[in-house]
């Protein structure tokens, strides 16, 4: 058992707070379609570290899918339809993600969500991202269905200010969060990754992170 509070539905859903959901083993079901979705993406647009607007390489690879894809570089934070690394559209969302991104916002109370983003983040032992707000969409009214696939990570998930204290909420694979609503502008971040093995994914956490970008 290893939920929120022990002892507390142990399997499903639970509000992190309002707006803000933790569906346990949610995405576990369809590990092996989401897998080899990832990799035939990565092969057409690969993993990166993407330069921050400040100058520093970001410890997370990043790829996405999607009609809009999330970047930053010198000119800084946004969404683009094409790669700039292959110069060529992002790779199309593939029907099993734009499935389990609308069942998993409609389980959390976001019915017809229809993502148009997702940024497919990886982890290494030690990779964080620091807590931050995703505000570089178009439409708050969306929510955010993030999944966690591979070694487990302690997701932080904060207040509306920068400062607010954050929960520490342990997500393994299959995990799926959705945020919205109240929550949608909440401060959030994975502590440095903790070494670790997964059957599938060896030392890496991958997250797919979907958005109603446009
Ligand atoms: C993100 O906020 O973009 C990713 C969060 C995560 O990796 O779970
Ligand atoms: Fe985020």
Redesign the pocket.
Known sequence: MRGLFEDENPAGKEEIVGGAFLLRAFALAREAALLAAVEAIAKVSPFRHMITPGGFRMSVAMTNCGGLGWITDRRGYRYDAIDPETGRKWPAMPPEFSQLAVEAAGEAGFSGFHADAC?I?R?APGTR?TL?Q?KNEQDYTAPIV?V?LGVP?T?LFGGIERGDKARRIL?THGDV?VWGGPARLRY???APLKAAQHPKLGEYRI?L?FRKAG
């Open positions: 940024l983040n982890y991202l931050h995703d993030s966690s990570a997701f997500v969060v959030h971040g994975i997250n992170t």
